[in-house]
């Protein structure tokens, strides 16, 4: 390939995968299964907060399944995309996003970060890694109160808990990436 050959083609990557994020969000909020588990490799792995929650794709279709059991409606809102590309078949990504759901019984409202890999297959770009962290989320009438706090994560039934990103010093932006 030449030099405009290629950087077409990372400018078509860099759309496939903003396509993705987006293609999951949707399967998610009207649980399109099937369209959910299109976006993960068949060895994918689910995070949340560095911890997996499920290892492969129909094991992350069961994990998101049974957690939107709890769920009412939801509204998951793509903000930004930060793709670095490793090669050709191969990138990682920073998605910041922004929730509305209700669980249990609770209307709340949020601020995520997915840590993902990509893997270009035969069908297309898919999220080979997806870890989700919290920056916060609380009751919508805990927003404000959280946000001025220590321990803005507040998921229902769980006791109150730092970001995974807290504000701390200049450095903190670099440390959001990596």
């Given amino acids: 390939m030449n030099d405009m050959e290629e950087r077409v083609r990372r400018l078509e990557d860099r759309a496939a995968l903003d396509d993705l994020v987006v293609r999951y969000f949707l399967a998610a909020d009207c649980d399109d299964l099937d369209a959910l588990g299109a976006c993960f490799t068949e060895d994918a792995t689910f995070a949340g907060s560095g911890l997996p929650n499920a290892a492969s794709r129909q094991g992350i279709v069961s994990f998101i399944a049974e957690a939107r059991s ?3 409606l939801t509204v998951h809102t793509p903000n930004y995309a930060l793709f670095t590309f490793a090669d050709p078949n ?3 990504g ?3 996003a922004h929730l ?3 669980l249990g019984g609770e209307s709340l409202f949020g601020a995520v970060r997915y840590k993902d890999r990509y893997v270009r297959v035969d069908s297309g770009w898919c999220i080979a890694y997806r870890d989700m962290r919290t920056v916060h989320i609380a009751p919508w009438t805990e927003v404000g109160e959280a946000l001025r706090s220590d321990f803005p994560a507040r998921w229902p039934g769980g006791p109150p808990m730092p970001s995974d990103f807290p504000r701390s010093h200049p450095g903190a932006a670099k440390r959001a990436v990596t």
């Fill in 70 to 72: 709890h769920m009412g």
């Fill in 90 to 92: 191969h990138a990682t």
């Fill in 94 to 96: 920073l998605i910041g």
């Fill in 100 to 102: 509305e759901l209700v």
